[in-house]
Nanobody
Framework: QVQLVESGGGLVQAGGSLRLSCAASGRSFSNAVMGWFRQAPGKERQFVAAHMWNGGSTHYADSVKGRFIISRDNAKNTVYLQMNSLKPEDTAVYYC????????????????????WGQGTQVTVSS
């Protein structure tokens, strides 16, 4: 059974940092696009960051560019999201996702490109 399990969420003050982890099990995701999405109450799930398997390039939403860093450790089958300079508007449930068929540009930011999802971890940033 394939599972993605996020951890590392919590409550932090504005300006602080958190590091999210997503541990995958059941299969290797070394050749999958790994992404992070977030969903605030009453809003649609939105793209945050993605790490491509073919070349290792990374992509970020404009709202987090320069503050968040996505990385992966294929040996541990784990992807990370380092979140710095957090803002209250970053408050959301953060989801890890994996896509085994996204290969081109643009597909990494679309939820329908991902066929595996974690259960989410809450991040709350207080002002």
């Amino acid at each position: 059974q394939v599972q993605l399990v996020e951890s590392g969420g919590g409550l932090v003050q504005a300006g602080g940092s958190l590091r999210l982890s997503c541990a995958a099990s059941g299969r290797s995701f070394s050749n999958a696009v790994m992404g992070w999405f977030r969903q605030a109450p009453g809003k649609e799930r939105q793209f945050v960051a993605a790490h491509m398997w073919n070349g290792g390039s990374t992509h970020y939403a404009d709202s987090v560019k320069g503050r968040f860093i996505i990385s992966r450790d294929n040996a541990k089958n784990t992807v990370y999201l380092q979140m710095n300079s957090l803002k209250p508007e970053d408050t959301a449930v953060y989801y890890c996702a994996a896509s085994t068929f996204c290969t081109g540009s643009g597909c990494y930011s679309v939820t329908t490109s991902y066929n595996y999802w974690g259960q989410g971890t809450q991040v709350t940033v207080s002002s």
